[in-house]
Structure formats: structure tokens, C-alpha cells
Nanobody, 126 residues
Framework: QVQLVESGGGSVQAGGSLRLSCAAS????????MGWFRQAPGKEREGVAT????????RYADSVKGRFTISQDRAKTTLYLQMNSLKPEDTAMYYC???????????????????WGQGTQVTVSS
């Protein structure tokens, strides 16, 4: 069973920074892709960033490009999301997810991810 445990959420003022972490219990074909998704109240869950753990290839939602950075540690056991220049519209529950590849990369949609963490709240005040 793959386990994902997030940490690092919290409250911050607009313009501030937070770093989320996700400890992953597995590094196999089942979890070659990992990503961060978020869901704000009353909205659908959306993709924020993904990483193909084998190559380190990353993809970002347009809304966070240039502000957020997804990365992994050398041992490939922990996923990070560095969030800078935070905006009130970044307020959401953030989820770490893992899944297998498309064959050459990672899915951008949540439907491509089979394993999910419990979520960590990020609140940005204006």
C-alpha cells in the first residue's frame, strides 16, 4: 500500500512563502509520477504541478508558473512544493498524489493518480 503524508501547510499573508512536503513510502512504477493538486471551497480539484520522478521533468498550471516549484529530494522519498509570492486565490486544501506514467510523461488530470495524501490547508490572507 502506497502512503503519502503531507506537511507544511499554514496561514500566510499575501506575498509570503510556504513549502509543502510529501513523504512517499514507494518509488516504483506505481508512483513514477507525483503531483500537487488543490481544492478551494466550492471549486473542483485542480492540478498545480507534476513531476516525473525518473527524469525530474516538471509541469505547472499557468496560474502558478514562476511562483511555485515542485521538486524531490535525492533519495526520491520526499516531494516538495515551494510556493512563493502567494496570493489569496491560492487558498485551498493541497493534496499530494502519485500514479503511474502515461508511457512518456505524467498525467495532468487527477484521474491519472491512484494514490492520495490526506491534504494540508494553505490559507493566504490579503
Amino acid at each position: 500500500q502506497v502512503q503519502l503524508v503531507e506537511s507544511g501547510g499554514g496561514s500566510v499573508q499575501a506575498g509570503g512563502s510556504l513549502r509543502l512536503s510529501c513523504a512517499a513510502s514507494d518509488y516504483t512504477y506505481r508512483t513514477y509520477c507525483m503531483g500537487w493538486f488543490r481544492q478551494a471551497p466550492g471549486k473542483e480539484r485542480e492540478g498545480v504541478a507534476t513531476i516525473y520522478r525518473f527524469s525530474g521533468t516538471t509541469r505547472y498550471a499557468d496560474s502558478v508558473k514562476g511562483r511555485f516549484t515542485i521538486s524531490q529530494d535525492r533519495a526520491k522519498t520526499t516531494l516538495y512544493l515551494q510556493m512563493n509570492s502567494l496570493k489569496p486565490e491560492d487558498t485551498a486544501m493541497y493534496y499530494c498524489a502519485a500514479g503511474s506514467t502515461t508511457g512518456g510523461g505524467c498525467y495532468s488530470s487527477q484521474s491519472g493518480y491512484q494514490y492520495w495524501g490526506q491534504g494540508t490547508q494553505v490559507t493566504v490572507s490579503s
